[in-house]
């Protein structure tokens, strides 16, 4: 069982538009929520991460917003561009372990 | 980039057969993960260490087991490879064991099973 949902699986937006992608979880003794971006062929790499004590992060185009109540958060990516295009997995840390959403391929237009 | 070299980065094998993929780092990063990817599951962990010979298992660890005998290779291990164990592998590490830490992944390791 997929210990954190991701959603939606895949993502067309126009270039100069705004991507949203949102992840759930259950488990309350995560302490950790990093989302990754991996290109075609690449391993992923670290985007921006959140501590649950926080309700936003942003960092330029980027930001993640959280509600710890609902045990959601999400990443918003603000005027994409088609350099964007890639696949985003939100993942979420417990105790050395990492555990990823199923990913979200995003494909910006030009 | 981080120091991390996956080898092999492509292998094609048989069913039944033994099969080994390295992770190498220059980094000195204390913990070491091997992630599973396949379409619609995302990354799954496999098992990771803390250390040298010091290891744990992730969510998929069944037919795989892992060994560390220094800081910088960790080595996973399919015993006997199986269809379902087509996939593409990537190690992590990470300097850390405090939550708010990195992952640097390697670039995969591309296996299939026939």
């Known amino acids: 069982q997929q210990q954190v949902k991701q959603s939606p699986q895949s993502l067309i937006v126009q270039k100069g538009g705004i991507s949203i992608i949102n992840c759930a979880y259950e488990?309350?003794?995560?302490?950790?929520f990093p989302w990754y971006q991996q290109f075609p062929g690449k391993g992923p790499a670290l985007l921006i991460a959140i501590r649950p004590d926080v309700s936003e992060k942003k960092e330029g185009r980027f930001t993640i917003s959280f509600n710890k109540s609902a045990k959601q958060f999400s990443l918003h990516i603000m005027d994409s561009q088609p350099g964007d295009s890639a696949t985003y997995f939100c993942a979420a840390h417990n105790f050395n372990k990492f555990y990823f959403g199923s990913g979200t391929k995003l494909n910006v237009k030009p | 980039d981080a120091g991390i070299t996956q080898s092999p980065r492509h292998k094609v094998t048989e069913t039944g057969t033994p099969v080994t993929l390295r992770c190498h780092q220059t980094e000195n990063h204390r913990y070491m993960y091997w992630y599973r990817q396949d379409p619609g599951h995302g990354l799954r962990l496999i098992h990771y260490?803390?250390?040298?010979?010091?290891?744990d298992k992730g969510e998929v660890s069944d037919g795989y087991s892992v060994s560390r005998s220094k800081t910088e290779d960790f080595l996973l291990t399919l015993e006997s490879a199986t269809s379902s164990q087509t996939s593409v592998y990537f190690c992590?590490?990470?300097?850390?064991?405090?939550?708010?830490?990195?992952?640097?992944f390697g670039e995969g390791s591309r296996l299939t099973v026939l």
């Open positions: 488990n309350t003794a995560f302490d950790y």
């Open positions: 992590a590490i990470s300097e850390s064991g405090l939550a708010y830490r990195e992952l640097f």
């Open positions: 260490s803390y250390g040298v010979k010091d290891t």
